[in-house]
Nanobody, 121 residues
Framework: QVQLVESGGGLLQAGGSLTLSCAAS????????MGWYRQAPGLQRELVAT???????NYADSVKGRFTISGDNAKRTVYLQMNSLKPEDTAVYYC???????????????WGKGTLVTVSS
């Protein structure tokens, strides 16, 4: 099995900064991409940012210029640095990883349990 463990969520005021981290472990042969998604109350889960094993990044328009995704391949960890946070960034943030499973050598998607970020105005 593969586990994704997120950390770093919390409550803060608008304009503040926060860094989320997500560490992957388990039966991983290779990580293709890791990323962050978020789900606000009453809304669908949406992409925030992704990063490939080669370092290519992709961001939602709503976070471009404010959020930065980075990864540490050796630690199998992805980070999301969030600056200039707004109340509309309030959501549960989920870590996602597409990995090549160690035993089956197939691509499999995994999700973390989520970490809550609350931004007050």
């Amino acid at each position: 099995q593969v586990q994704l463990v997120e950390s770093g969520g919390g409550l803060l005021q608008a304009g503040g900064s926060l860094t989320l981290s997500c560490a992957a472990s388990g039966n991983i042969f290779k990580i293709n991409t890791m990323g962050w998604y978020r789900q606000a109350p009453g809304l669908q889960r949406e992409l925030v940012a992704t990063i490939s094993s080669g370092g290519s990044t992709n961001y939602a328009d709503s976070v471009k210029g404010r959020f930065t995704i980075s990864g540490d391949n050796a630690k199998r960890t992805v980070y999301l640095q969030m600056n200039s946070l707004k109340p509309e960034d309030t959501a549960v943030y989920y870590c996602n990883a597409e990995v090549v499973h160690w035993f089956t050598r197939k691509n499999v998607d995994y999700w973390g349990k989520g970490t809550l970020v609350t931004v007050s105005s």
